[in-house]
């Protein structure tokens, strides 16, 4: 069974650019949320997707924006970086009928400068 | 505002004795709680969960209590192997209007298992 997995593994962007962090979630799992992690915190809740539907969304800016594919798989976008932007997002899914029941990919590691 | 909070930032215990994490939440709408392990350079990996119905839940050498009078919870690993050296994050499910259940986390308590 393959677990989540996330691509690329690092990035670094200029502020103002534009990033797409790509999500493959686990098999047999529908529901895909996103994650930021700052440095020494936990992560926060950007966003969940159910059924290819942005189901509901944590304290983010519309400049992060989502997708979720009929494959369930999953895309973060992020417009007009800031420096702020710099954190580890965190990609997990979730099997039917137990969408509080999350398993994390390994995350990307975005540098905005 | 922060509604999960682990009040120890670091934990040291002797290899084979308990460790015992603690997580403190403030919201009583919390349905689900949930310990994640986090290893450097990896995404948190779950551990075990328990719904805010029960008081314990146990699996193999963790088990975890909830007290919902004290909005309070606890991970005890039996016994600590070096192995469990890693950041623990205590996480809160919510669900959300639309639809969404969205988890809320503690800040993380790094665990070191001394030989």
């Known amino acids: 069974e393959t677990g989540v997995t996330q691509s690329p593994t690092h990035l670094i962007k200029t502020r103002g650019q534009q990033v797409t962090l790509r999500c493959s979630s686990q098999s047999g799992h529908n529901t895909v949320s996103w994650y930021q992690q700052a440095l020494g915190q936990g992560p926060q809740f950007i966003f969940q997707y159910y059924r290819e539907e942005e189901n509901g969304r944590g304290n983010f800016p519309p400049r992060f924006s989502g997708l979720q594919f009929p494959n369930y798989s999953s895309e973060l976008n992020v417009n007009a970086l800031e420096l702020d932007d710099s954190a580890l997002y965190l990609c997990?899914?979730?099997?039917?009928?137990?969408?509080?029941?999350?398993?994390f990919g390994p995350g990307t590691r975005l540098t905005v400068t | 505002d922060q509604q999960v909070k682990q009040n120890s930032p670091s934990l040291s215990v002797q290899e084979g004795r308990i460790s015992i994490l603690n997580c403190d939440y403030t919201n009583s709408m919390f349905d689900y709680f949930l310990w994640y392990k986090k290893y450097p350079a990896e995404g948190p990996t779950f551990l075990i969960s328990?719904?805010?119905?029960?008081d314990k839940n146990e699996d193999g050498r963790f088990t975890v209590f909830l007290n919902k009078s004290a909005k309070h919870l606890s991970l005890h690993i039996v016994p600590s192997q070096p192995g469990d050296s890693a950041v623990y994050f205590c996480a809160a499910s919510t669900f959300e209007i639309q639809g969404a259940q969205k988890l809320v986390f503690g800040q993380g308590t790094r665990l070191t298992i001394n030989p």
């Open positions: 997990a899914s979730s099997p039917p009928g137990f969408s509080y029941e999350q398993y």
């Open positions: 328990i719904s805010s119905i029960k």
